[in-house]
DNA sequence: GCTTCTTCTTAACTTAAGTGAACGACTTTT
DNA sequence: AAAAGTCGTTCACTTAAGTTAAGAAGAAGC
């Protein structure tokens, strides 16, 4: 388990044995179950995640509706929205299968910073790279159509279409799921 | 116009007077004529910048039409993405109107993170709030018509609607100028 | 085992966005 | 001054997404 997060990490910055242990000190991995809700709307919450196996989504209710506007998998972090700007949540965030995840909180992160000023480098270039990631994947969504999106994804993350219900995909998506269901069937006519 | 920059990074942590020396010696100030092109398409490059005054934007050129992502206006700053990934840029960025910019890149980064830490510090700060903002900006992007985007813009950044043409406009609310004129008077009658 | 809920699909209808073409108002070029 | 290009708008037409409703299949709960 905590391989996993070292061998990800040595991808960016190389790790001592006195950096791991301190980061093994901190005892931030956790277990939940498909469903677990780890972050509410209108909380207020100092926690990061990151997911070393199972799958996560933030998801908005406007007008009783789940809105999905991401999934977290394998190897992937969220700095939620309210950590960084010290208001509410706008979002939930919850499990869609069983996983296991670390969480931290902002007084770990001071902390650590002050002590191996080789993670404040670490969480700059894993922000500056996810931003750059988000930015193009922000200008790939504005500048496709619906079907483009979906082929997009099927090309880019086939598992999600997987692992993940249609309906939570569609607003992921920025459609609803009955257009999901039949730009679907469109493709596949087109195929055949 | 190095205490407007200075002014900036005050906002977040503070900077002595060997920290804004530092700066004010790597040079970076630009002034650009309306027009100007700061990066091209298909181009290696290692520049950031950052808007002192004026305004600047990212657009594609798909299939020979132009694509605009991302306008940038005062204290706004731009770390684009082949600057990250090492790859030729996508995208091409211009002047909108006569700016001011500074413009850094990846070796200096490197010499001042050595010398003052705090430089570290600084661009972790500002790259995790440009994510935060962007990945919320992105979720309202999926949960939005593109008149409820339009409404947006028009309360978040009214100015835009000033300074920028329309048809560049509608491609950054993902739409042809042709819609976003028809949806402009629709909201006009709307009001009446 | 039965009910209930969730998920996905289909259909009919409404609404809005994409497309291609055209026009007038301006700007820039020559 | 004339020509060429840019920009915003409008129109007619096509295409696709939103909406409302309904039904089938499966999962979850009692």
Redesign the interface.
């Known amino acids: 388990m905590e391989n996993t997060l070292f061998d990800f990490i040595a991808k960016y910055i190389p790790l001592s044995e006195a950096e791991k242990s301190a980061v093994v000190a901190l005892d931030i991995f956790r277990t939940f179950k498909k469903g677990a809700v780890l972050l509410k709307e209108g909380q207020y919450s100092s926690e990061g995640y990151f997911v070393l196996k199972g799958c996560v989504r933030?998801f908005?209710i406007?007008d009783g509706e789940e809105?999905t506007?991401?999934f977290y998998t394998e190897m992937e972090g969220i700095?939620p929205?309210c950590v960084?700007?010290k208001q509410p949540s706008?979002?939930f965030i919850s499990c869609i299968e069983d996983s296991i995840v670390t969480v931290s909180n902002l007084g770990m992160e001071v902390e650590i910073?002050e002590k191996f000023?080789k993670f404040?480098?670490l969480?700059?270039i894993l922000?500056?790279?996810?931003?750059?990631k988000?930015?193009?994947?922000?200008?790939e969504?504005?500048?496709s159509s619906p079907e483009q999106r979906y082929l997009n994804l099927l090309q880019n993350r086939p598992d999600l279409l997987q692992r993940v219900p249609q309906h939570q995909l569609a607003?992921?998506l920025?459609i609803t799921p009955q257009s999901l269901s039949r730009l679907r069937t469109r493709i596949m006519e087109k195929k055949i």
């Open positions: 933030i908005y406007v809105k506007t991401g700095t929205n960084v700007s706008k979002y910073f000023p404040e480098k969480c700059r922000s500056e790279q996810l931003l750059a988000t930015q193009i994947s922000f200008d969504f504005k500048t607003s992921y920025g």
